[in-house]
């Protein structure tokens, strides 16, 4: 049983070491940006109405996310438990969410917080590339395709998500301060909170994870 949220600005690799950790421990990985990405592509009323906050790097208004959490973590294969990726965002979501998770009788394990110097997370964001078809990483500096513009693993073309770009990358940081960061106070005074250096390589700050969480399971 493994309960977790990755804390931490945008771009820190959260994603990244939430796939890892998923494929690792068996548990899924619930990425609520990913979900809305996904709502915009379909163009559902989800997407739709989450569309204008992300095109602006703003936060999806909490009812909107806390629905499709609470709908997500009902099911089936997150019996066993589930990596948080992205989720929650305000303190308001952190309560929504220990509220749902009490309901059943769960609660969260442990939140690891990925702490990466601004400077650094605005190189990562503005140099992040992703499959158009697949949603591959890869980073025109740190770990390109070998291939120009094209994935690796699918072949299809490789873009910048548009929310990507310095302007909106600038917001999205700001945001993080305002809203999110209060949450490494929350979940330190809930006696939940590990901290992690993001800044290193992803294999040096997987084994750190893995050492976090192998104390967990
Ligand atoms: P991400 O891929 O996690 O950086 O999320 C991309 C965008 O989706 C964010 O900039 C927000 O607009 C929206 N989003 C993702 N997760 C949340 C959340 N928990 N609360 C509010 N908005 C969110």
Redesign the pocket.
């Known amino acids: 049983m493994l309960r977790v949220i990755l804390l931490g600005s ?1 771009g820190v690799g959260k ?1 990244t070491q939430a796939k890892m950790l998923s494929q690792h421990y068996l548990v899924p990985q619930i ?4 979900m ?2 996904e709502a915009r592509k379909n163009k559902t009323d989800l997407g739709l109405q ?1 569309e204008g ?2 095109v602006k ?4 208004p ?1 009812a909107v ?1 806390v629905g499709i959490v609470e709908n997500r973590v009902g099911q089936r294969d997150c019996l066993g438990g589930f990596v948080l ?6 303190v308001a ?1 952190a309560t929504s969410l220990r509220t749902m998770l009490a309901r059943r009788g769960e609660k969260i394990d442990v939140v690891v917080n990925l702490e990466v110097p601004d400077a650094v997370v605005i190189r990562r964001l503005s140099g992040r590339r992703v499959c158009k078809s697949c949603g591959a990483n890869y980073h025109i500096e740190f770990s390109p395709p070998l291939h120009d513009e094209r994935c690796d693993a699918c072949g299809d073309e490789i873009m910048q998500r548009k ?1 990507d770009g310095e302007e909106i990358v600038r917001e ?1 940081l700001r945001v993080y301060r305002e809203q999110t960061h209060p949450l490494v106070k929350y979940y330190e005074q809930e006696g939940l909170l590990k901290r992690l250096d993001g800044s290193l390589e992803t294999a040096v700050v997987w084994k750190g994870l893995q050492g976090i969480l192998d104390k967990v399971v």
């Open positions: 945008p994603g990425s609520t940006g990913d809305l990405r989450a906050y992300m790097g703003q936060l999806v909490d996310v990726d992205g989720f929650p965002r305000t979501q929310d999205r």
